[in-house]
């Protein structure tokens, strides 16, 4: 069995568009798998269980199981945001200061930069 697009690709071929764009949003993706014995098979009774095309339940498969580009950015970010986590008055009162003190900084640099007309993005 091959599962296979290919740009300008019609019928089952175009259900493989990623995240809700058809194919002809593409001009030059190729991707060519070829399933064969047990795994073939077990392919197609997992078609057949979900009435599905064995190219769909593939493409389901490959959405679900691949990491996304942002995933591990993401997941680096909620570390970091588990990390710092706090509820200390005194830690917060302190975060919201310096980061008014970055702000009115950055504000500043503009003023000080492009001239008294420089555009204010905050106070």
Do not use: C
């Amino acid at each position: 069995m091959r599962l296979d697009y290919q740009s300008g690709r019609t019928g089952a071929a175009a259900s493989l568009g990623f995240d809700g764009i058809g194919l002809d949003d593409y001009n030059k993706d190729m991707l060519l798998i070829q399933v064969e014995g047990q795994l073939e098979e077990r392919l197609k009774r997992a078609a057949e269980s979900t009435g599905d095309e064995p190219l769909a339940v593939a493409r389901r498969l490959l959405e679900e199981h691949l990491p996304r580009p942002n995933d591990a950015t993401i997941a680096l970010l909620e570390q970091w945001d588990r990390e710092d986590a706090t509820d200390d008055p005194e830690e917060l009162a302190r975060r919201s200061k310096e980061g008014e003190e970055f702000m009115a900084s950055l504000a500043r640099n503009r003023r000080e930069s492009e001239g008294s007309n420089a555009r204010t993005l905050w106070p």
